[in-house]
C-alpha cells in the first residue's frame, strides 16, 4: 500500500512559478512510476508529466518546456516544478503511483496508475 500527500500549491500571477511536492510513505519508492494529474472545475482529468526515472519521462504538449517532473527517491517525493504558469493552468493537481518496470515508458493514462495522493489546489490569476 502506498499513501501519497501533495503539497506546494497555491496562488500565483501568471507567469509566476510553483513547485508542488508529492511525498509517499511505504517502500520501494524507486519501482514506482509517478504520475501528475490535474483537473479544472468542469473538466475531465488530464495527464500533465510522469517519471520513470532520469531518463524515462514524459509530458502533456501544453505544458512540454514550461513543467519538469522530478524525482528523489532517497526522499520517497516526486516534485513538480511549473514555470510560466497560465491561467488555464488553475486546477486540482494531483499525483498517482504504480509499480512499473524501469523498462517501460512511464504511463500517461490515469486509469494505469493505483495508488492517488487527495490533490493541491493551483490558482493562476491574469
Known amino acids: 500500500q502506498v499513501q501519497l500527500v501533495e503539497s506546494g500549491g497555491g496562488l500565483v500571477q501568471a507567469g509566476g512559478s510553483l513547485r508542488l511536492s508529492c511525498a509517499a510513505s511505504?517502500?520501494?519508492?524507486?519501482?514506482?512510476?509517478m504520475g501528475w494529474f490535474r483537473q479544472a472545475p468542469g473538466k475531465e482529468r488530464e495527464f500533465v508529466a510522469a517519471i520513470r526515472s532520469v531518463i524515462s519521462t514524459d509530458y502533456a504538449d501544453s505544458v512540454k518546456g514550461r513543467f519538469t517532473i522530478s524525482r528523489d527517491n532517497a526522499k520517497n517525493t516526486v516534485y513538480l516544478q511549473m514555470n510560466s504558469l497560465k491561467p488555464e493552468d488553475t486546477a486540482v493537481y494531483s499525483c498517482?503511483?504504480?509499480?512499473?518496470?524501469?523498462?517501460?515508458?512511464?504511463?500517461?493514462?490515469?486509469?494505469?496508475?493505483?495508488?492517488w495522493g487527495q490533490g493541491t489546489q493551483v490558482t493562476v490569476s491574469s
Open positions: 511505504g517502500r520501494a519508492f524507486s519501482r514506482y512510476a
Open positions: 498517482a503511483a504504480v509499480n512499473w518496470p524501469i523498462s517501460h515508458p512511464p504511463p500517461t493514462y490515469g486509469s494505469r496508475y493505483d495508488y
